[in-house]
């Protein structure tokens, strides 16, 4: 089986293949997070903000040199930006888009889609007229997140009627109101529902009403 080469799917059709594969890439995932401090309590409590945008990042070379041989002795090569202007023009925007292009970087076992934010480009070799024949590009692609098929895939399930939770050792309203609406800062409406006036003042056994969402005042 002969070497695979990896290769970029621009949106609209077509498709770059690279010179040389990577050596390497660099896959980068992250959350946010913000905290709380609650009154009570020891230290602050962790909220899930969000997921950040998942993070590609690749060198890439090309080399268009060609170097003397006995037929011709002169060095030569073609211009190797005419390879690298394709790679810089991802991050403008497309005319008959509007914005910049979705990429796929396509190789192996890897199909990572997203927009390339950044194109980095060194030029190492150079013709005696000052002709570019190499050229080391950095490149760093950020996924996009398609909203309505994140929010089909792990919807939030804000209730359209109220609950009875039972208070079990170490409840808290506001982890209540996590796991109900997703967003802590509810707990005064379950607070409001139930007449308590301190939120730590809760015991196990409790039957805890939690309201539909759309009944807060």
Known sequence: ????????????????????????????FAASYSEKRVIGLDGPIGQYIAGDSETLEMTLYFDTYQPPTVANP?????????????LAALVQIKGSLHRPPKVTFRWGGIHFSGVIVSVRQ?????????MPVRARVDLTF??????????????????????LRTVHEGDQ?????????????????????????NPLDIT????????ALQDEI
């Not at 002169?74 to 390879?83: F, H, K, P, S």
């Open 74 to 86: 002169a060095e030569g090569g073609t211009d190797v930006t005419r390879i690298t202007r394709k």
């Open 142 to 163: 950020k996924s996009i997140l398609d909203v309505k098929q994140s929010r089909h895939q792990s919807p939030f399930e804000s209730p359209d009627r109220t609950k």
């Open 173 to 197: 309203l506001w982890n209540y109101a996590w796991e109900e609406y997703g967003d802590m800062e509810q707990w005064r409406l379950i607070a409001k529902e139930n007449g308590i006036m």
């Open 204 to 211: 196990p056994g409790q039957k805890i009403r939690i309201p």
């Open 1 to 28: 089986m002969g070497i695979k080469k990896a290769e970029l799917a621009i949106e609209g059709g077509e498709t770059l293949q690279v010179m040389f594969n990577p050596a390497s890439y660099n896959l980068s």
């Open 122 to 130: 060194a030029y190492t070799m150079f013709l005696p007229d000052g």
